[in-house]
């Protein structure tokens, strides 16, 4: 051990969870280690994000987490003078079935009751915020106004370098292959190219959390789960929220699809396939287009002349019940685990930094233990699936 190589915690992968991760501890005058086996931070699933961040969920831990990302990424220009690609606007439901219908008013109460600014709109209402909608058959839907878009990659760049400037030590190029466990403590990673100690290790990998569970000789049921996303050439601004179509595609009812626009004009999309595609395969798919361009013009008919500059495919870090996991690791004390974002990494990213961080100072956080629990790696994750979508 030498006091080059040690630090009060490391930082393991440096996407939506693990670099603003870092910068929260860094802030709190810790000696941090950001270790990335890409060859910059972002690369992972966070650049495949579209960028959509709401609080308004249907589940308490993701409406708490996803509040704290809101007031991280809505004031970081003012606070940095570092621009995020923030575009307020909103994310709105627009609901042609009374099931859905039904679904979405149900659980306004409670999203009401956690301070969420989100109401029900007539079709009227849905039609002004989304000129150009399909009327026919539109009943109404949410809008929630204080959610929005932010650039995923924008934001990266600007945690990465505030967390480089309060002293963070990132290491690109540099995968952990190995932990070191010593009587059930963390005492520190491998890499290929060296040994790192610290008494606090995150584990913030994303959808490669399976294998480092297998490394520390635990359980992190994570599934990598791939879904198509694309962006087009910039158009007049005309669309201000972030909309999530859940009506019945030419591809059968399960698959959602959302799309916005972003600060900078162009359309950017993703959706969700009806079939799952699981593994770490990031090749397009064929399928992709077609669907989503139908889609796109059934719903908004006035989009027909959309140029599509550019398609991507991604990973959701999925887990059975659509659920994060933030947990201690068992076996490992001072591990941690914060790992199955599913499609909400991004939004999530800087309110579980926060979380992550005051587990590691030992101080209460955002999520008190009964809602914390909820996320726990001992929870029964056959329990009813919360939604997983971005
Ligand atoms: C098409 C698409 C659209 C999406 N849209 C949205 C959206 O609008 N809003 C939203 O909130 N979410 C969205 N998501 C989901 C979001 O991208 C993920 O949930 C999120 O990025 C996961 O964050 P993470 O930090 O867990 O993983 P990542 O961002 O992937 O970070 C994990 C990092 O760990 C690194 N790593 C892995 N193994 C090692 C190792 N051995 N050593 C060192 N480093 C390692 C990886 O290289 C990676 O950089 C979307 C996803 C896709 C695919």
């Known amino acids: ?25 860094a802030a709190e005058g810790l000696r941090v280690l950001l270790l990335e086996g890409y060859a910059s931070p972002g690369q992972g699933s966070n ?20 509040q704290k990302s809101l007031e991280v990424f809505t004031t970081w220009e003012e606070r940095t003078g570092v621009d995020v690609g923030w575009k307020p606007g ?16 149900g659980i306004l109460p409670m999203q009401k009751k ?10 009227d209402g849905i039609a002004q915020v989304v000129p150009g909608i399909e009327r026919r058959g539109l009943l109404g839907g949410t809008l929630s106004p204080r959610d929005g878009q932010v650039s995923t990659l924008k934001a990266s760049v600007a945690f990465q370098r505030e967390g480089q400037r ?29 040994i790192y100690f610290a008494p606090r290790v995150v584990i913030a990998t994303g959808a490669d959390a399976i294998s480092h569970g297998r490394m520390l000789n635990a359980h992190f049921p994570v599934t990598p789960d791939s879904h198509e996303a694309g962006i087009s050439a910039p158009v007049k601004q005309f669309l201000p929220p972030l909309v999530v179509d859940m009506h019945e595609g030419p591809e059968g009812k399960t698959a959602n699809f959302y ?56 990973l959701y870090p999925m887990t059975p019940d659509g659920r994060p996991i933030l947990d201690w690791v068992p076996g490992a004390e001072g591990a941690l685990a914060a790992v199955g974002m599913c499609g909400q990494g991004f939004m999530l990213g800087p309110g579980v930094a926060a ?23 001992s929870r029964n994750f056959g329990a009813t699936p919360s939604e997983a979508l971005a």
């Open 47 to 66: 650049k495949a994000a579209i960028g959509g961040v709401r609080a308004t969920h249907s589940d308490p831990a993701k409406i708490l987490l996803c």
């Open 166 to 194: 309060l002293g963070v030590d990132l290491h690109v190029k540099e995968p952990v292959v190995g932990y070191a466990v010593n009587s059930g403590k963390i005492e520190g990673v491998r890499t290929e190219k060296n």
């Open 90 to 105: 909103g994310y709105c439901f627009p609901v042609y079935t009374g099931g859905l219908r039904d679904q979405l008013q």
């Open 259 to 314: 799309f916005g626009q972003v600060h900078s004009g162009q359309i950017i999309f993703c959706y969700t396939p009806k079939k799952a595609f699981l593994g770490h395969n990031r090749e397009n798919l064929s399928e992709f287009m077609p669907v989503l361009a139908s889609r796109l013009t059934t719903l908004i008919p006035r989009l027909r002349n959309l140029l599509i500059r550019r398609t991507w495919r991604g």
């Open 1 to 25: 051990m030498n006091e080059k190589n040690t630090y009060d915690v490391i930082v393991v992968g440096a996407g939506s969870v693990g670099t603003p991760a870092a910068m929260f501890l």
């Open 355 to 377: 979380q992550v961080t005051a587990m590691i100072m030992g101080r209460p956080g955002l999520l008190p233990p009964e809602i914390l629990s909820t996320l726990s790696l």
């Open 114 to 123: 956690f301070g969420l600014d989100i109401d029900w709109l007539d079709a």
